[in-house]
């Protein structure tokens, strides 16, 4: 069909309409763009978990195989995971331990238990101080006969009546801190939370100082 000559050029104004191509780049141009997935929270923006001290306890020996394997000497593992133990806690008060959600969470809370044991253990190495003896197979040859001073027997006399002054919670602390126990070991006997088996170690050892610091005074003030 021929369309006529005017009305060909009232179409001259109007658009031509878009082709295949043309309406693929419209719908390019007004879909916005595609959104990236969502940022993946980090650690610190997971809600903080607070395991008991018996969830750390139960992973006591596996955390003494690792000490072993970390280079730590059998004698010091006692007092190396006192440490660790301690420190896992107060982390855990402060709202540090913040697992992601949907992870296992023992295998999540032994991974943090290990990277705490990493940093005690490079401590434990830094300390120039630390001791190297190796025990000897029998102590006891070393040991030269025993030499009895009197100031010595009046200052354990002294110590022995101070004791009987103490509160008898404090006196069980002390005999257990001579039986070898450490503060974790000490609070598990106790029942108590391990915070406050440590603050009554520290109590009952004040109390000792005192006691023989004062039977000391006693005996070198100057008597009229």
Do not use: N
């Given at each position: ?41 980090q ?16 992973y ?72 190297r ?31 009987e ?9 002390l ?50």
């Amino acid at each position: 069909m021929v369309v006529p000559l005017h009305a060909r050029s009232d179409m001259d104004h109007l658009h031509p309409a878009p082709g295949a191509q043309d309406r693929d780049s419209s719908v390019h141009r007004s879909a916005p763009a595609a959104k990236k997935g969502a940022r993946r929270p980090q650690p610190a923006e997971y809600p903080a978990a607070y395991p008991s001290i018996q969830e750390l306890l139960a992973y006591e020996p596996r955390l003494r195989q690792l000490l072993l394997r970390l280079g730590i000497p059998r004698q010091d593992t006692g007092d190396v995971l006192q440490d660790v133990i301690w420190g896992a806690t107060q982390s855990i008060r402060a709202g540090r331990f913040r697992p992601r959600p949907g992870v296992d969470r023992e295998r999540t809370l032994w991974c943090w238990l290990a990277g705490i044991t990493w940093k005690v253990v490079g401590h434990y190495h830094e300390k120039a101080h630390r001791r190297r003896e190796v025990p000897a197979a029998d102590p006891w040859a070393f040991v030269p006969d025993p030499v009895f001073d009197p100031t010595d027997q009046l200052e354990a006399r002294e110590a022995l009546r101070g004791l009987e002054r103490v509160p008898q919670r404090v006196r069980r602390v002390l005999h257990l801190l001579a039986l070898g126990y450490g503060g974790s070991e000490i609070a598990r006997k106790q029942r108590v939370p391990i915070s406050t088996g440590f603050t009554r170690v520290r109590r009952g050892r004040q109390f000792l100082g005192q006691i023989l610091v004062r039977g000391r005074t006693c005996r070198e003030s100057p008597r009229g």
